[in-house]
């Protein structure tokens, strides 16, 4: 167990932390609707990930520095909205096509777009940087490894929860298939949706610092 002040209350605020709908939660149900249940999980897998670098670059000081950078998390956070956007465009012009079976490089490349997605939102830096903090000993040495130790347990109970949500939105999707119309629709919105989180990370300010 990682030497936190109060462990057993990081584990029920993480807990809360996962279960509310977040733009994770978000991307990756639209990745189900849209391409279906093996896209979704390896949009979880991805953006699980991606969710690590965070955990790392925040216990090393480099989430702290970008924070800090009014620069850097402008670049951050255009690279990862124009990134949600272009993949919102993709799926929308995508969504008349039939869905092919899932292939594994289709699955790897969906994966790999998880992983660039979550590690560019400055959004995640910044909720680690602020959540994380609270739960550490002061007294206890090491506090960089605290910081991973607790990010890693975060990332894991946010993955859960992904999964949960794929497993929904999947049902969805095989229930609306039998109407193609609803099926064109769902997917178009799904995409409608990934370019609203990309906008929605442009407007995104960087956290005030002290």
Known sequence: ???????????????VVAAIPGPGIFYVAARTLSEGKAAGVASTLGTALGGLVH?????????????????????????????????????????????????????????????????????????????????????ASHPALQFMALGLISVALNTFADFIVVAAATITREN???WPLLFQRLRQGSGL??????????LARRPATS
């Open 176 to 178: 609306s298939a039998r």
């Open 55 to 139: 955990v790392v670059a925040g216990g090393l000081g480099v989430s702290a520095l970008i924070m800090a950078s009014a620069e850097a998390f402008a670049m951050l956070k255009l690279a990862g909205a124009l990134y949600l956007i272009w993949l919102g465009i993709r799926a929308f012009r995508e969504a008349g096509e039939l869905p092919p079976e899932p292939k594994a490089t289709a699955t790897a490349r969906v994966f790999r777009e998880g992983i660039v997605v979550e590690a560019t939102n400055p959004k995640t830096a910044a909720f680690f940087l602020a959540f994380i903090p609270q739960f550490l000993d002061t007294a």
């Open 193 to 202: 949706f990934m370019i609203g989180l990309g906008a929605s990370l442009l």
């Open 1 to 15: 167990m990682p030497p936190t002040a109060d462990f057993s209350l990081f584990l029920v605020a993480a807990l």
